[in-house]
Protein backbone atom coordinates (compact mmCIF):
# COMPACT_ATOMS: atom_id res chain seq x y z
CA UNK A 1 0.00 0.00 0.00
CA UNK A 2 2.82 2.43 -0.30
CA UNK A 3 3.79 2.81 3.23
CA UNK A 4 7.09 4.56 1.81
CA UNK A 5 6.03 5.60 -1.00
CA UNK A 6 9.43 3.99 -2.94
CA UNK A 7 7.83 3.10 -6.15
CA UNK A 8 5.50 5.27 -8.75
CA UNK A 9 2.08 3.18 -8.27
CA UNK A 10 -0.89 4.61 -8.66
CA UNK A 11 -3.42 5.33 -5.39
CA UNK A 12 -6.91 4.45 -5.30
CA UNK A 13 -8.74 2.01 -8.11
CA UNK A 14 -12.04 1.79 -10.02
CA UNK A 15 -15.17 -0.28 -8.33
CA UNK A 16 -18.26 -0.52 -10.22
CA UNK A 17 -18.22 2.33 -11.97
CA UNK A 18 -17.01 4.31 -8.69
CA UNK A 19 -13.99 6.18 -8.58
CA UNK A 20 -11.64 5.63 -5.13
CA UNK A 21 -8.68 7.60 -4.81
CA UNK A 22 -6.85 10.18 -2.68
CA UNK A 23 -7.83 13.36 -4.71
CA UNK A 24 -11.96 12.60 -4.63
CA UNK A 25 -14.47 12.58 -2.47
CA UNK A 26 -17.35 9.28 -2.08
CA UNK A 27 -20.13 9.92 0.64
CA UNK A 28 -21.90 6.62 2.07
CA UNK A 29 -24.40 7.91 4.04
CA UNK A 30 -26.73 4.98 5.06
CA UNK A 31 -28.12 3.08 7.79
CA UNK A 32 -25.82 1.67 10.66
CA UNK A 33 -27.59 -1.42 11.11
CA UNK A 34 -30.73 -2.71 8.49
CA UNK A 35 -33.94 -3.29 10.54
CA UNK A 36 -36.89 -3.15 8.37
CA UNK A 37 -37.48 -3.09 4.37
CA UNK A 38 -39.39 0.42 4.80
CA UNK A 39 -36.69 2.07 6.08
CA UNK A 40 -33.86 0.37 3.90
CA UNK A 41 -36.52 1.58 1.09
CA UNK A 42 -36.55 5.21 2.38
CA UNK A 43 -32.83 5.38 2.91
CA UNK A 44 -31.94 3.99 -0.77
CA UNK A 45 -34.61 6.44 -2.28
CA UNK A 46 -33.50 9.16 -1.03
CA UNK A 47 -29.97 8.77 -1.75
CA UNK A 48 -30.98 8.18 -5.48
CA UNK A 49 -32.96 11.74 -5.16
CA UNK A 50 -29.95 12.97 -3.88
CA UNK A 51 -27.49 11.91 -6.71
CA UNK A 52 -25.91 9.45 -4.26
CA UNK A 53 -24.12 6.04 -5.82
CA UNK A 54 -22.94 4.67 -2.60
CA UNK A 55 -24.30 4.12 0.69
CA UNK A 56 -23.57 2.04 3.85
CA UNK A 57 -25.56 -0.61 5.64
CA UNK A 58 -25.13 -3.04 7.98
CA UNK A 59 -26.15 -6.73 7.99
CA UNK A 60 -23.61 -8.13 10.39
CA UNK A 61 -23.65 -6.14 13.57
CA UNK A 62 -20.51 -6.81 15.78
CA UNK A 63 -21.96 -5.51 19.29
CA UNK A 64 -19.92 -4.95 22.70
CA UNK A 65 -23.31 -6.63 24.58
CA UNK A 66 -24.16 -10.53 23.42
CA UNK A 67 -27.80 -9.45 24.37
CA UNK A 68 -27.66 -6.50 21.44
CA UNK A 69 -29.24 -7.10 18.23
CA UNK A 70 -26.74 -8.49 15.88
CA UNK A 71 -27.94 -8.08 12.33
CA UNK A 72 -30.34 -9.71 10.26
CA UNK A 73 -27.26 -11.49 9.02
CA UNK A 74 -27.62 -13.37 5.03
CA UNK A 75 -31.20 -13.13 5.79
CA UNK A 76 -31.77 -9.43 4.66
CA UNK A 77 -29.32 -9.67 1.44
CA UNK A 78 -31.37 -10.18 -1.01
CA UNK A 79 -33.51 -7.74 -0.32
CA UNK A 80 -30.99 -5.04 0.56
CA UNK A 81 -29.10 -5.89 -2.73
CA UNK A 82 -32.11 -5.50 -4.69
CA UNK A 83 -33.44 -2.37 -3.30
CA UNK A 84 -29.55 -0.91 -3.80
CA UNK A 85 -30.03 -1.51 -7.51
CA UNK A 86 -33.49 -0.48 -7.41
CA UNK A 87 -32.12 2.94 -6.54
CA UNK A 88 -29.32 3.31 -8.77
CA UNK A 89 -26.69 2.54 -5.60
CA UNK A 90 -23.32 0.89 -6.93
CA UNK A 91 -21.42 0.38 -3.52
CA UNK A 92 -22.65 -0.98 -0.16
CA UNK A 93 -20.03 -0.85 2.14
CA UNK A 94 -20.84 -3.81 4.80
CA UNK A 95 -19.44 -4.75 7.55
CA UNK A 96 -18.25 -8.62 7.73
CA UNK A 97 -17.49 -10.29 11.00
CA UNK A 98 -16.43 -13.86 9.43
CA UNK A 99 -14.59 -14.59 6.83
CA UNK A 100 -17.77 -16.94 5.68
CA UNK A 101 -19.74 -13.82 5.15
CA UNK A 102 -17.80 -13.22 2.00
CA UNK A 103 -18.96 -16.59 0.45
CA UNK A 104 -22.70 -15.32 1.56
CA UNK A 105 -22.55 -11.98 0.20
CA UNK A 106 -21.18 -13.34 -2.93
CA UNK A 107 -23.94 -16.48 -3.35
CA UNK A 108 -26.33 -13.95 -2.64
CA UNK A 109 -25.42 -11.09 -5.41
CA UNK A 110 -24.71 -14.03 -8.08
CA UNK A 111 -28.21 -15.62 -7.87
CA UNK A 112 -29.54 -11.48 -8.05
CA UNK A 113 -27.39 -10.94 -11.25
CA UNK A 114 -25.79 -8.47 -8.98
CA UNK A 115 -27.60 -5.64 -8.80
CA UNK A 116 -25.02 -3.35 -6.95
CA UNK A 117 -21.79 -3.89 -5.63
CA UNK A 118 -20.28 -4.21 -2.08
CA UNK A 119 -17.28 -2.75 -0.30
CA UNK A 120 -16.11 -5.04 2.52
CA UNK A 121 -15.70 -2.89 6.00
CA UNK A 122 -13.81 -4.49 8.81
CA UNK A 123 -14.95 -2.70 11.99
CA UNK A 124 -12.44 -1.29 14.73
CA UNK A 125 -12.95 -4.31 16.79
CA UNK A 126 -11.25 -6.47 14.31
CA UNK A 127 -8.92 -4.47 12.97
CA UNK A 128 -6.28 -7.01 14.11
CA UNK A 129 -8.31 -9.94 13.32
CA UNK A 130 -5.29 -11.35 11.63
CA UNK A 131 -7.48 -14.37 9.74
CA UNK A 132 -10.34 -12.42 8.99
CA UNK A 133 -7.95 -9.72 7.14
CA UNK A 134 -6.02 -12.68 5.65
CA UNK A 135 -8.48 -14.49 4.04
CA UNK A 136 -10.18 -10.48 3.03
CA UNK A 137 -7.04 -10.05 1.12
CA UNK A 138 -7.01 -13.56 -0.14
CA UNK A 139 -10.06 -12.93 -2.34
CA UNK A 140 -10.20 -9.74 -5.26
CA UNK A 141 -13.78 -9.10 -6.03
CA UNK A 142 -14.28 -6.99 -3.45
CA UNK A 143 -12.83 -3.72 -2.12
CA UNK A 144 -12.13 -2.92 1.35
CA UNK A 145 -12.92 -0.48 4.01
CA UNK A 146 -10.77 -0.85 6.58
CA UNK A 147 -11.44 0.72 10.06
CA UNK A 148 -8.39 1.81 12.30
CA UNK A 149 -8.34 0.15 15.52
CA UNK A 150 -9.97 2.15 18.49
CA UNK A 151 -6.87 1.23 20.87
CA UNK A 152 -3.89 0.77 19.38
CA UNK A 153 -1.20 2.90 17.69
CA UNK A 154 -2.01 4.59 13.90
CA UNK A 155 1.27 2.17 12.50
CA UNK A 156 -0.51 -1.07 13.90
CA UNK A 157 -3.73 0.00 12.13
CA UNK A 158 -1.37 0.80 8.92
CA UNK A 159 -0.09 -2.60 9.80
CA UNK A 160 -3.43 -4.68 9.70
CA UNK A 161 -3.88 -2.98 6.24
CA UNK A 162 -0.92 -4.72 5.00
CA UNK A 163 -2.28 -8.01 5.94
CA UNK A 164 -4.94 -7.44 3.41
CA UNK A 165 -2.47 -6.17 0.23
CA UNK A 166 0.23 -8.45 1.27
CA UNK A 167 -2.48 -11.74 0.21
CA UNK A 168 -3.46 -9.97 -2.92
CA UNK A 169 -6.12 -7.06 -2.52
CA UNK A 170 -4.15 -3.98 -2.59
CA UNK A 171 -7.87 -1.66 -3.05
CA UNK A 172 -8.38 -0.65 0.47
CA UNK A 173 -9.67 2.61 1.92
CA UNK A 174 -8.54 3.27 5.69
CA UNK A 175 -10.88 4.60 7.53
CA UNK A 176 -10.73 6.99 10.44
CA UNK A 177 -13.14 6.58 13.57
CA UNK A 178 -11.91 7.88 16.51
CA UNK A 179 -10.18 6.94 19.92
CA UNK A 180 -11.95 4.99 22.98
CA UNK A 181 -10.25 7.65 25.65
CA UNK A 182 -11.85 9.34 28.15
CA UNK A 183 -10.86 12.40 27.07
CA UNK A 184 -12.91 12.09 24.25
CA UNK A 185 -16.03 12.81 26.73
CA UNK A 186 -18.88 14.15 26.03
CA UNK A 187 -17.88 12.58 22.49
CA UNK A 188 -18.18 8.75 22.24
CA UNK A 189 -14.72 8.66 20.50
CA UNK A 190 -11.95 11.54 20.50
CA UNK A 191 -11.85 12.44 16.98
CA UNK A 192 -8.74 11.56 14.71
CA UNK A 193 -9.40 13.51 11.78
CA UNK A 194 -6.29 15.38 11.98
CA UNK A 195 -4.33 12.23 11.62
CA UNK A 196 -5.96 12.22 7.80
CA UNK A 197 -2.99 13.76 5.83
CA UNK A 198 -1.24 11.67 7.90
CA UNK A 199 -2.10 8.70 6.45
CA UNK A 200 -2.34 10.31 2.84
CA UNK A 201 1.39 11.05 2.95
CA UNK A 202 2.31 7.74 4.41
CA UNK A 203 0.35 5.46 2.28
CA UNK A 204 -1.58 5.40 -1.11
CA UNK A 205 -4.33 4.67 0.32
CA UNK A 206 -7.64 6.52 0.14
CA UNK A 207 -8.47 7.94 3.25
CA UNK A 208 -12.29 7.64 4.90
CA UNK A 209 -13.53 9.40 8.05
CA UNK A 210 -16.89 8.41 9.72
CA UNK A 211 -17.99 10.99 12.15
CA UNK A 212 -20.75 9.24 13.36
CA UNK A 213 -18.89 6.60 15.55
CA UNK A 214 -16.59 9.27 16.22
CA UNK A 215 -18.70 12.00 17.69
CA UNK A 216 -21.90 9.38 19.06
CA UNK A 217 -24.82 12.15 19.60
CA UNK A 218 -26.73 14.11 17.43
CA UNK A 219 -25.71 17.08 19.93
CA UNK A 220 -25.00 20.31 18.56
CA UNK A 221 -23.08 23.30 19.43
CA UNK A 222 -24.48 26.50 20.20
CA UNK A 223 -25.07 27.62 16.78
CA UNK A 224 -27.16 24.80 16.24
CA UNK A 225 -24.74 22.49 14.05
CA UNK A 226 -24.77 19.26 14.70
CA UNK A 227 -21.31 17.94 16.30
CA UNK A 228 -21.34 15.16 13.29
CA UNK A 229 -21.39 17.95 10.73
CA UNK A 230 -18.21 19.65 12.52
CA UNK A 231 -16.23 16.54 12.46
CA UNK A 232 -17.43 15.57 9.30
CA UNK A 233 -15.93 19.67 8.31
CA UNK A 234 -12.86 18.36 10.01
CA UNK A 235 -12.40 15.15 7.76
CA UNK A 236 -13.24 16.51 4.42
CA UNK A 237 -10.68 19.84 5.01
CA UNK A 238 -8.35 18.14 6.07
CA UNK A 239 -8.45 15.81 2.66
CA UNK A 240 -10.99 13.26 3.60
CA UNK A 241 -12.02 10.58 -0.10
CA UNK A 242 -14.44 9.48 1.93
CA UNK A 243 -17.27 9.83 4.56
CA UNK A 244 -19.41 6.88 6.40
CA UNK A 245 -22.41 8.47 8.04
CA UNK A 246 -25.37 7.12 10.04
CA UNK A 247 -28.78 8.05 8.90
CA UNK A 248 -31.89 7.12 9.54
CA UNK A 249 -35.52 7.86 8.92
CA UNK A 250 -36.64 7.29 12.53
CA UNK A 251 -33.83 7.38 14.89
CA UNK A 252 -35.63 6.68 17.85
CA UNK A 253 -36.73 3.03 16.47
CA UNK A 254 -33.42 2.28 15.44
CA UNK A 255 -31.94 -1.45 16.37
CA UNK A 256 -27.84 0.02 16.37
CA UNK A 257 -26.44 3.45 17.27
CA UNK A 258 -29.64 5.46 16.97
CA UNK A 259 -28.73 8.49 18.90
CA UNK A 260 -26.24 9.28 16.68
CA UNK A 261 -28.08 9.41 13.17
CA UNK A 262 -28.59 12.26 10.86
CA UNK A 263 -32.28 12.47 10.35
CA UNK A 264 -33.62 12.28 6.68
CA UNK A 265 -34.20 15.76 6.15
CA UNK A 266 -31.21 16.89 6.92
CA UNK A 267 -29.29 14.93 4.02
CA UNK A 268 -29.96 17.86 1.52
CA UNK A 269 -27.78 20.06 3.30
CA UNK A 270 -25.32 17.63 4.91
CA UNK A 271 -24.64 16.93 1.25
CA UNK A 272 -23.51 20.64 0.22
CA UNK A 273 -21.50 21.23 3.17
CA UNK A 274 -19.82 18.29 2.58
CA UNK A 275 -19.12 19.34 -1.37
CA UNK A 276 -18.15 23.07 -0.13
CA UNK A 277 -15.80 21.48 2.42
CA UNK A 278 -14.30 19.28 -0.19
CA UNK A 279 -13.76 22.26 -3.08
CA UNK A 280 -12.18 24.31 -0.75
CA UNK A 281 -9.33 22.25 0.73
C1 LIG B 1 -19.90 0.60 12.02
O1 LIG B 1 -19.41 1.37 11.16
O2 LIG B 1 -21.02 0.12 11.91
C2 LIG B 1 -19.11 0.27 13.20
C3 LIG B 1 -19.51 -0.66 14.07
O3 LIG B 1 -18.00 1.01 13.31
P1 LIG B 1 -16.70 0.77 14.21
O4 LIG B 1 -16.14 -0.55 13.79
O5 LIG B 1 -15.83 1.94 13.82
O6 LIG B 1 -17.13 0.83 15.64
Given at each position: LGRHKDDNRQSGFNYNGVDFNQNNLNVFAGLCAVDVPEHVEIMMKALEENGQVCTRMGAYKPRT????????????????????????IKVVAMEITHESHIEEID???????????????????NTQNFELLKA??????????????????????LNAAEYLASEGNANVIFCLRG???????????????A??????????????????????????????????????????????????????????????DGPQALLMNELPAYLEDIQLCHDTW
Open positions: NPYSFQGHGKGCLPWVFEKAGKHGTCLEKLGRPTGVMLQVGTRIGRQSTYPVLLKRGFGITLNESMKTEAGQPHRNMVDFHVPAVKRLTRMPVCVDPSHSVGTRQHSPDGILDVMHATAQGVIAGANMVLVDFHPKPEKALV
